[in-house]
């Protein structure tokens, strides 16, 4: 039962471009959706969120985009950096879930210098 | 930058013993979680515990696992009978808000379990 799909398990982007990762979901009830970027050997990161009555949300570096007719939301990273390579997580949320935060698979950015 | 943490980092059991896994959340958190990523797979979520209570669980979380907060700083997991399908990263996290409600989930590093 995928609610949260990452179809690209991995990408590679050259330092200094855009990095543009993924994410589709099943779920309509879904209100919250979230990124989150893991180094190995530590626990995720919060990066950027963004709320399902907008459709992008910008913090520095990174833009979220969500289409909510398409289930589909998307990570910009402009401009990429060799520190950006992790595995990113895409999590949804429904509203009044109490932390229930369902997750991708993940895909994981390798930034070339 | 304060931070959530988690004793042991890695723990071997036998199939069949109790294993209780330690976090120390973020100090003026008040909803803690507990997730696993079992290898290879995705991030789940556990339990979630507010004042005192669990608040949400997923069908995961049987009456094998249980959650505490014996003090005022510690937030524990106990697995009472292991199987070896418990073998997994459980990642404990705390929040100043509800998670998933917009509040950001704070998480600790992790404590790796292995169950023979």
């Known amino acids: 039962d995928q609610q949260v799909k990452q179809n690209s398990p991995s990408l590679s982007v050259q330092e200094g471009r855009i990095s543009i990762l993924n994410c589709d979901y099943t779920?309509?009830?879904?209100?919250?959706f979230l990124w989150y970027k893991k180094y190995p050997a530590e626990g995720p990161t919060f990066l950027i969120s963004?709320?399902?009555?907008?459709d992008k949300n910008e913090d520095g570096r990174f833009t979220v985009f969500l289409n909510k007719s398409a289930k589909h939301l998307s990570l910009h990273i402009v401009p990429s950096q060799p520190g950006d390579s992790a595995v990113y997580f895409c999590a949804a949320a429904v509203g009044g879930s109490q932390g229930n935060l369902i997750f991708g698979k993940g895909t994981k950015l390798s930034v070339k210098p | 930058e304060p931070e959530v943490t988690q004793t042991p980092s890695h723990q071997v059991t036998q199939m069949g013993q109790e294993v209780i896994l330690r976090c120390v959340p973020i100090s003026n958190h008040l909803y803690f979680y507990w997730y696993r990523q079992i290898l290879g797979q995705k991030v789940e979520f556990l339990v979630s515990?507010?004042?005192?209570?669990?608040?949400?669980k997923s069908e995961i979380f049987d009456d094998q696992f249980s959650v505490e907060r014996p003090d005022g700083s510690n937030f524990t997991l106990k697995i009472r009978s292991t199987k070896l399908e418990d073998s997994a990263m459980y990642f404990c996290?705390?929040?100043?808000?509800?998670?998933?409600?917009?509040?950001?989930?704070?998480f600790g590093e992790g404590s790796r379990l292995t169950v023979l």
């Open positions: 963004i709320s399902s009555i907008k």
């Open positions: 779920n309509s009830m879904f209100d919250y």
């Open positions: 515990f507010y004042n005192n209570e669990i608040s949400e």
């Open positions: 996290a705390s929040s100043g808000v509800a998670g998933g409600a917009g509040g950001e989930l704070f």
